[in-house]
């Protein structure tokens, strides 16, 4: 089903440019939500989408996390807004937020500050724009074509009236794993959970399948960003041991991971299964952290390059990919870029092949 | 056998055989054999890079570790296929290897079941299990050859390719002859042999114990209680490092390894002593003791000097100064601290001590100093001064490896070669 573009898009593009020069990855359909525990079900409530967020890790692995509201409407109580974007900012944990408007009010301008937020009007985000050469950089996020072409294949595509097949379905259940599970859970638990989910649609996504191929990208930067998080864990504490410090992040830290050893010791006791509590991915997953954390001016920057190799590679069938005034190392960040990819498939189950388009950058 | 041990031991035979030059039995028999060696010693060579652009660097890396260009595809077709690297090309030309050697793990398991997969022959198998039970001790010819089922020709080619690269030496004693391996011998081999003949059944575990435990303190009860290996120390077939410490003068022990080059035995002595001194500071300081060897050595590798210095230092670190690894310094009054020189081969020692630490054995020692340049070189081409020439020795074959190569080329001749 073709989805309707909303006609704050134009802004939402450009600060998602502004904030990609500025190194920062911004991550497809955000929404907050809420999970109610129902005896036998969980409730998801819809809390608000986010317009536009954007994550950045540095070369010490520190995380900087953006959240911006883009309003263009009349009718838009702008006071009302920045309380609501606040409120938005603390509940997600994030950094800095932005409220941008065609036009701010000059009182607007001045409570904001006050709240922690920024305001910027249109004709200011122009300037920055300029100034930040981001159009030359956010040219290799795609245009206005590449991004409604993204939006169009995101979901499983029903058609009003027909009922999904189970397999649809099934892919259904990981987008809203995307979308909603994966912003609400703790960080540590993202890891194990993307995983399981697509290794259950693994045998179902077809690199011949313009929208299975945009979801294993995704599903990539996802696993990039839960690899980030762990690094910035184990660099915060101390690279002496990065396997048990890996581990530690992965199971919860030392109750969590002794709780989930003695549980596995227990089911061995019983005889029906001998599985190690690791994975057997797990293993060559800790070796590339492990690669990440020693070559930082890449890892940093990984997200980014995944993001770019879609619309470049996909979307554009090219085979090179390039961010314009790119910092750090970008045959790093590239080498690191396809390593991940191409280990999420191996985690995952999904075939390698869906990422042929970027096997020879 | 254990693909680990499978994986070492193909490595013991490139880097034995690759100074023999090019002769029918061991190109012919050991094929599959040279060719996992091949790889786990390029693999380990190219451990902690991230990635090759330029292939002529890798090419002469190659080069340095007994590798020609022609073989070289081949040998990086084996390390992509185990996922050790990932070959990126742009039409025909390879434009980057990208690097995924595992750094937390030996990755010699990974190798040795990679020459599982491709079926060694009977040869190869008991050419690879002998050297394994030769690690552990010397054993009796004929007991050697009962184990496994290779009539008398195949055990004696086998036996010429193994003493050609010396992995194999067969000396007489007491009338019978008997097979070691001088990989498993630091010194004397004769008074390695005598004192295995003296404690036959107690070699392998007495080996195994330090191996388990390199540098044990001679004070420990495992040393003190056991007969092999105190004779093994008075008969000088285990020598042991002694440290002079601000708790007196302790001894330590290592497992012996042998069929090194001289510069490599250098690095080997000062990995031992920075070990030594490490176990020291472990069990005998007069402070407080270390609790994390792995990461004393690892500062030491990276920050060239331990973060805080300490009054005991400068006795217990002065036998790394004798061995001209570094010196210590005065940090503040009474307090020392130690720098570590910051050479190729010092660095290559203190990685060393770690492997010995963890896995009990190093595969660092093998590293060549000119292959690791040339890897991390833009300009490839290293100069006169530190691309190190070795002669190439000829095979010394038997009669029984001569007839068969002459049978082998008869055939051939005659063209009755089946090609099957």
């Given at each position: 089903m073709a989805k309707t573009l909303d006609k704050d898009l134009p802004l939402k593009l450009q600060f998602r440019r502004i904030l990609f020069a500025e190194g920062y990855w911004s991550p497809l359909e955000v929404e907050l939500s809420n999970y109610e525990d129902l005896g036998n079900t969980l409730k998801r409530r819809s809390l608000t989408d986010l317009d536009v967020l954007g994550i950045k890790f540095d070369r010490l692995f520190n995380r900087t996390c953006v959240v911006g509201d883009c309003k263009s409407g009349k009718n838009v109580s702008d006071a009302n807004r920045l309380f609501w974007l606040r409120g938005v900012k603390d509940y997600f944990g994030a950094d800095l937020a932005y409220y941008l408007r065609p036009n701010i009010d000059s009182h607007i301008a001045a409570i904001a500050p006050k709240m922690g937020l920024c305001a910027l009007p249109a004709a200011h985000l122009d300037g920055l724009e300029l100034r930040l050469r981001a159009k030359e950089t956010g040219a290799a996020l795609g245009d206005f074509a590449d991004f409604e072409t993204t939006l169009q294949r995101w979901g499983i595509g029903t058609t009003k009236g027909v009922s999904p097949s189970q397999e649809q379905l099934q892919k259904k259940r990981v987008y809203s794993f995307l979308s909603y599970i994966y912003w609400y859970i703790e960080r540590f638990r993202a890891l194990m959970q993307l995983v399981g989910s697509f290794e259950s649609v693994a045998h179902v996504l077809s690199p011949d399948d313009d929208r299975d191929v945009l979801l294993a990208f995704v599903g990539a930067e996802r696993f990039a960003h839960c690899l980030l998080e762990a690094a910035a864990f184990i660099h915060s504490h101390g690279m002496q041991n990065i396997p048990a410090h890996a581990r530690l992040y992965f199971y919860g830290g030392p109750f969590g991971l002794r709780e989930k050893e003695r549980t596995f010791d227990l089911i061995r006791k019983l005889g029906v299964v001998n599985e190690e509590l690791d994975p057997p991915w797990l293993r060559d997953t800790i070796e590339l952290l492990g690669r990440m954390l020693h070559n930082p001016n890449g890892a940093c920057d990984v997200l980014r390059y995944i993001s770019v190799a879609y619309v470049s590679c996909v979307l554009h069938k090219k085979q090179e990919v390039v961010i314009p005034n790119a910092n750090g190392s970008p045959i790093e960040a590239i080498v690191l870029a396809k390593d991940i990819t191409l280990q999420f498939a191996k985690a995952t189950g999904i075939r390698e092949s869906i990422f042929d388009s970027i096997r020879s950058i | 056998m254990d693909p680990t041990l499978i994986g070492l031991r193909t490595q013991d035979f490139h880097e034995s055989l690759k100074v023999v030059t090019t002769f029918g039995p061991k190109e012919v028999k050991f094929k599959n054999t040279l060719l996992i060696g091949k790889a786990s010693s390029l693999a380990m060579h190219l451990r902690g890079l991230l990635y090759i652009e330029q292939y002529e660097q890798i090419e002469y890396a190659a080069a340095s570790l007994g590798i020609n260009s022609i073989e070289l595809p081949v040998v990086l077709r084996e390390l992509e296929t185990i996922d050790f690297i990932r070959i990126t090309k742009s039409g025909e030309q390879v434009k980057r290897i990208d690097v995924k050697v595992p750094e937390f793990r030996s990755g010699y398991s990974e190798l040795g079941k990679r020459w599982q997969d491709l079926r060694?022959?009977?040869?190869?198998?008991?050419?690879?299990?002998?050297?394994?039970?030769?690690?552990?001790?010397?054993?009796?010819?004929?007991?050697?050859?009962?184990?496994?089922?290779?009539?008398?020709?195949?055990?004696?080619?086998?036996?010429?390719?193994?003493?050609?690269?010396?992995?194999?030496?067969?000396?007489?004693?007491?009338?019978?002859?008997?097979?070691?391996?001088?990989?498993?011998?630091?010194?004397?081999?004769?008074?390695?042999?005598?004192?295995?003949?003296?404690?036959?059944?107690?070699?392998?575990?007495?080996?195994?114990?330090?191996?388990?435990?390199?540098?044990?303190?001679?004070?420990?009860?495992?040393?003190?209680?056991?007969?092999?290996?105190?004779?093994?120390?008075?008969?000088?077939?285990?020598?042991?490092?002694?440290?002079?410490?601000?708790?007196?003068?302790?001894?330590?022990?290592?497992?012996?390894?042998?069929?090194?080059?001289?510069?490599?035995?250098?690095?080997?002595?000062?990995?031992?002593?920075?070990?030594?001194?490490?176990?020291?500071?472990?069990?005998?300081?007069?402070?407080?003791?270390?609790?994390?060897?792995?990461?004393?050595?690892?500062?030491?590798?990276?920050?060239?000097?331990?973060?805080?210095?300490?009054?005991?230092?400068?006795?217990?670190?002065?036998?790394?100064?004798?061995?001209?690894?570094?010196?210590?310094?005065?940090?503040?009054?009474?307090?020392?601290?130690?720098?570590?020189?910051?050479?190729?081969?010092?660095?290559?020692?203190?990685?060393?001590?770690?492997?010995?630490?963890?896995?009990?054995?190093?595969?660092?020692?093998?590293?060549?100093?000119?292959?690791?340049?040339?890897?991390?070189?833009?300009?490839?081409?290293?100069?006169?001064?530190?691309?190190?020439?070795?002669?190439?020795?000829?095979?010394?074959?038997?009669?029984?490896?001569?007839?068969?190569?002459?049978?082998?080329?008869?055939?051939?001749?005659?063209?009755?070669?089946?090609?099957?």
């Open positions: - | 060694p022959n009977e040869l190869e198998q008991a050419g690879i299990a002998s050297l394994e039970h030769l690690h552990h001790g010397p054993v009796a010819v004929p007991v050697l050859q009962s184990q496994y089922s290779l009539n008398s020709n195949e055990f004696a080619i086998m036996s010429d390719v193994m003493m050609c690269g010396q992995l194999l030496a067969i000396q007489t004693v007491d009338g019978t002859p008997t097979a070691y391996s001088p990989l498993a011998v630091d010194g004397n081999p004769s008074a390695y042999l005598q004192w295995a003949k003296r404690f036959p059944n107690e070699v392998t575990a007495a080996i195994e114990t330090l191996t388990q435990s390199q540098g044990l303190s001679m004070s420990d009860g495992r040393i003190a209680s056991n007969k092999s290996l105190m004779d093994a120390i008075q008969t000088g077939v285990i020598m042991p490092v002694t440290v002079s410490g601000a708790t007196g003068a302790q001894r330590f022990l290592f497992a012996p390894r042998g069929g090194l080059a001289p510069e490599e035995k250098t690095i080997l002595d000062k990995s031992r002593a920075i070990l030594s001194c490490v176990r020291y500071g472990q069990s005998f300081s007069q402070g407080v003791a270390i609790k994390y060897p792995r990461r004393i050595l690892e500062v030491l590798r990276d920050n060239k000097q331990f973060n805080r210095g300490h009054p005991d230092l400068m006795s217990q670190y002065g036998l790394l100064a004798e061995k001209l690894i570094g010196h210590p310094f005065e940090e503040s009054t009474n307090r020392w601290n130690f720098r570590i020189d910051d050479t190729d081969e010092n660095m290559k020692a203190l990685n060393i001590a770690i492997e010995m630490l963890e896995y009990g054995t190093s595969s660092s020692v093998s590293i060549d100093l000119d292959a690791q340049k040339a890897l991390l070189s833009p300009s490839q081409y290293q100069g006169p001064a530190s691309t190190r020439p070795r002669m190439t020795s000829d095979p010394v074959v038997s009669e029984v490896t001569r007839a068969d190569i002459i049978r082998e080329l008869t055939k051939l001749t005659r063209g009755m070669n089946t090609h099957g």
